[in-house]
């Protein structure tokens, strides 16, 4: 996988990871099922601490871009090559929840 960082940038490293990996997937490079590298790999060629791949794949996750299968690591998850930029809003009793891809 590559990314480069931009170590001088504003930009917190975390989230040039998140931008990088979501392109790489967006830009099909990384396909659905497809195995991400383990966080440790991933912080030992990017040479930055765990935490720092934790925080982007934990972003990543949140948005549902990636999945975690304990045990197995985290993996591009399906739904993505599907749903790019589709908000979906459903009504849960007294409030209305939002849900991004």
Do not use: W
């Amino acid at each position: 996988m590559n990314i480069v960082l931009e170590r001088q940038s504003s930009k917190p490293i975390y989230l040039q990871i998140r931008d990088r990996i979501s392109h790489l997937i967006k830009s099909g490079a990384l396909k659905a099922g497809d195995r991400l590298p383990s966080i440790r790999a991933l912080a030992e060629s990017l040479q930055v601490n765990k935490l720092t791949i934790i925080e982007a794949y934990s972003v990543l996750e949140a948005d549902g871009i990636i999945a975690a299968r304990q045990g197995s690591g985290y993996f591009v998850s399906s739904v993505t090559s599907s749903c790019n930029n589709l908000t979906l809003f459903c009504h849960s009793g007294s409030s209305i929840i939002k849900y991004k891809c």
